[in-house]
Nanobody, 115 residues
Framework: VQVVESGGGLVQPGGSLRLSCATS????????MSWHRQAPGKERDMVAH????????MYADSVKGRFTISRDNRKNTVYLQMNTLKPEDTAVYYC?????????WGQGTQVTVSS
C-alpha cells in the first residue's frame, strides 16, 4: 500500500492550494479516506473525511466552508481544495487510509500560510 501526498507549498493569507493524495496497493473505491494536519507542537487532527463513494463528507469546524474534500475513484486519488487560507492553517497535511488490517499514512506535505 502506498499513500503519497503532493501539492503543498507557501501561500499568502487568503490564497488557495489543492492537495492531492495518490494511492496504490488496495481497492481505493472500497474505503473512506481522510485528510489530517499537524502543526508544530500540536497533535495531529482530522481536517476532512470522505466515504468510499464520495457522496458524504465531514469537516472539522475550523475549515468548514473553506476546504473541500473530493475523490476520483478512477484515479485512486483524493483531493483537498483549500480556499481562504489563514496563517493558522499552517501545518503538515497527511492523507490517511483506514484498511481492515491497519491504517496507512502518507509522508505528509507542508502547507505554510504567510505573507
Amino acid at each position: 500500500v502506498q499513500v503519497v501526498e503532493s501539492g503543498g507549498g507557501l501561500v499568502q493569507p487568503g490564497g488557495s492550494l489543492r492537495l492531492s493524495c495518490a494511492t496504490s496497493g488496495f481497492t481505493f473505491s472500497n474505503y473512506a479516506m481522510s485528510w489530517h494536519r499537524q502543526a508544530p507542537g500540536k497533535e495531529r487532527d482530522m481536517v476532512a473525511h470522505i466515504i468510499n463513494t464520495g457522496s458524504k463528507t465531514m469537516y472539522a469546524d475550523s475549515v468548514k466552508g473553506r476546504f473541500t474534500i473530493s475523490r476520483d475513484n478512477r484515479k485512486n486519488t483524493v483531493y483537498l481544495q483549500m480556499n481562504t487560507l489563514k496563517p493558522e492553517d499552517t501545518a503538515v497535511y497527511y492523507c490517511f487510509a483506514r484498511l481492515p488490517e491497519r491504517g496507512y499514512w502518507g509522508q505528509g506535505t507542508q502547507v505554510t500560510v504567510s505573507s
